[in-house]
Each structure stands twice: as C-alpha cells, then as structure tokens.
T-cell receptor
Framework: KAGVTQTPRYLIKTRGQQVTLSCSPI?????VSWYQQTPGQGLQFLFE???????NKGNFPGRFSGRQFSNSRSEMNVSTLELGDSALYLC??????????????FGQGTRLTVV | SQQGEEDPQALSIQEGENATMNCSYK?????LQWYRQNSGRGLVHLIL?????REKHSGRLRVTLDTSKKSSSLLITASRAADTASYFC?????????FGAGTRLTVKP
C-alpha cells in the first residue's frame, strides 16, 4: 500500500509569489490534515479536511488556504509569500473522521524556502 | 497554539540505556498519541493511548497516561542508535490534533 505522497519535495519561491502544495493520502483514507513545521514555532496545525469539507482551521492568516478533492487528494495554497512562510509543510492522512482519534500517517513533507 | 509540552527538550544517552520523555497538556482529552520524527522527515506514529487507559506497551516502548495530572510519559527501553530522533506527543484540541515542541533524543553508540 502506497504511503502519503507529497509533491513537490522541495520548493524555492520569491516573496510575493504564491505556491500550491499537493498531498495524496493513503488509498481509502478520507481525512487529510496539514501542518507547518518551523524551528521556532514547532508543528502548527493548518487545516483538516474530511470528504471535501474543511472541518477545522488553525490560527493562520487567510493567505493560507486549502481544499480536498473527491478522490481525497488535497492541496494547500499560500498566496503573497513571506520570508516567515519558509518551513516544512507536512500532510497526514487517517482512516477516521478525526485525525486525533486514529493513527495518522504522514508524508515526507514539502520543504518550502522563500527568498 | 500548541497543546502539549514535552520535557526535557533534549536528552542524550548511551546505547542500551532507557530514555524517558514526558508530556504535559492543558485540556481534557479523549486520547493522546506519540510520534517520532527523524531529522527533517515525516512523523511516524508510535502509540495511541485512550483516556481510560493508564499504560500501553509496544515492543520497547511503554506509554503511561495520568489524566488527573494531565501528563503522559514515553519510555524507550534498551535504546539503540536508530532511536535517535525527535519525539512528539499529540492531543486533541477543538477536535484537531496539536503537537508539543518535542524532545530531541540522541542515542550515542
């Protein structure tokens, strides 16, 4: 069974640009969560989707958005990039409706560098 | 905002020794999970312990949960160099999973 796949693995963008990150969950998983990881802030929750509906959103500005498609694949978008958006973005999928109640499987992450 | 806080922030031990990491959290929980992360990579699930459980084992891992003290501990016995990683506890807040800052464990051969 294939694991969670995140693309691209590495990305370099310029301030002011926008970026789209992709996450393909494990087959059969309908819940997808996104996290931002930085040395200073640690792992911060961004959003959680289940069956194409955003269930929860973390404390991030509106520049951060996401969506989930009918095949459970998810994308997140960051517009008007800032230097502080440089981070490892992690996606996790789980079988249950809520990630907190079941084991979450993480992708390898997308390393975004904003210059 | 983070829910759990791990202690210590960093831990360095010799191969074969036991490693204990602690996690404290703020609000009532349904369950608590522990994850491991090797440098700059994705997280790997270790154990999920429910609020009505006090202890759980998985191989060389032992997790305890004390809901009255709002704390959990992860014990790794007979540590190996391959256990070198960051360890995070995760709890639910507003029905989503939040992580602590993690404990960086270094196991020296």
């Amino acid at each position: 069974k294939a694991g969670v796949t995140q693309t691209p693995r590495y990305l370099i963008k310029t301030r002011g640009q926008q970026v789209t990150l992709s996450c393909s969950p494990i087959s059969g998983h309908r819940s997808v969560s996104w996290y931002q990881q930085t040395p200073g802030q640690g792992l911060q929750f961004l959003f959680e989707y289940f069956s194409e509906t955003q269930r929860n959103k973390g404390n991030f500005p509106g520049r951060f958005s996401g969506r989930q498609f009918s095949n459970s694949r998810s994308e997140m978008n960051v517009s008007t990039l800032e230097l502080g958006d440089s981070a490892l973005y992690l996606c996790a999928s789980s079988l249950g409706q809520q990630t907190i109640n079941t084991e979450a499987f993480f992708g390898q992450g997308t390393r975004l560098t904003v210059v | 905002s983070q829910q759990g806080e791990e202690d210590p922030q960093a831990l360095s031990i010799q191969e074969g020794e036991n490693a204990t990491m602690n996690c404290s959290y703020k609000t009532s929980i349904n369950n608590l999970q522990w994850y491991r992360q090797n440098s700059g990579r994705g997280l790997v699930h270790l154990i999920l312990i429910r609020s009505n459980e006090r202890e759980k084992h998985s191989g060389r891992l032992r997790v305890t949960l004390d809901t009255s003290k709002k704390s959990s501990s992860l014990l790794i016995t007979a540590s190996r160099a391959a256990d070198t990683a960051s360890y995070f506890c995760a709890t639910g807040i507003n029905n989503d999973m939040r992580f602590g800052a993690g404990t960086r464990l270094t196991v020296k051969p």
